[in-house]
């Protein structure tokens, strides 16, 4: 198994006074910090994603913008790959299903934003492209959404896609979880 962790859109945007602030971005940052360290320190590989918005109507990420750059808490080193995409789904119109089979990768460890959004997209997409995932659930955020009229917390949007994607997609687990088993 070699296995690559995926930091997926965590951007300024997302954080408090951002353009589209998430319910536990900054619990979320800190669980995907704990897994960047154990990933550089055991010299694993590593993948940036950053979303830039190129919709005309887009509201963040615009490009060139504070809030479309990588978080502090896990800014990338210089020496580490970013993957820019404009859409969702990580691998649409991007280099990165090329990158992780050049290097052999055959487990995504997945954490970031949103949760209902591009870790979703992302998840599924690498599943079918025959990737094994790891989804951090407590690595990932989102936020609160309307449906028919019906406000859904973030917390019960959060969870309801963590269980959709727990059974075939991925496997759902914590952080602390996962750095036990790396030892």
Do not use: W
């Amino acid at each position: 198994m070699k296995n690559c962790l995926l930091l997926v859109d965590i951007q300024n945007d997302y954080f408090p006074n951002g353009k589209m602030e998430l319910a536990g971005i900054k619990n979320a940052a800190c669980n995907a910090r704990l897994l960047l360290r154990k990933f550089r320190k055991e010299t694993l590989p590593l993948i940036h994603i950053q979303h830039v918005s190129l919709h005309p109507e887009a509201t963040f990420f615009l490009p060139g913008s504070y809030g479309a750059d990588i978080n502090e808490a896990v800014a990338p080193l210089q020496e580490e790959k970013v993957v820019k995409k404009h859409y969702p789904n990580s691998f649409r119109d991007t280099d990165l299903f090329e990158t992780l089979q050049k290097n052999e990768i055959d487990t995504l460890t997945i954490c970031g934003a949103m949760s209902h959004m591009c870790i979703d997209a992302t998840t599924r997409a690498a599943f079918d492209l025959g990737f094994s995932c790891i989804v951090v659930e407590d690595g990932c955020a989102t936020r609160d959404l309307l449906f028919q009229d019906k406000p859904i917390k973030a917390d019960k949007v959060h969870a309801s896609f963590m269980a959709a994607l727990s059974a075939p997609y991925a496997e759902v687990i914590s952080t602390q979880s996962i750095l036990e088993r790396m030892g």
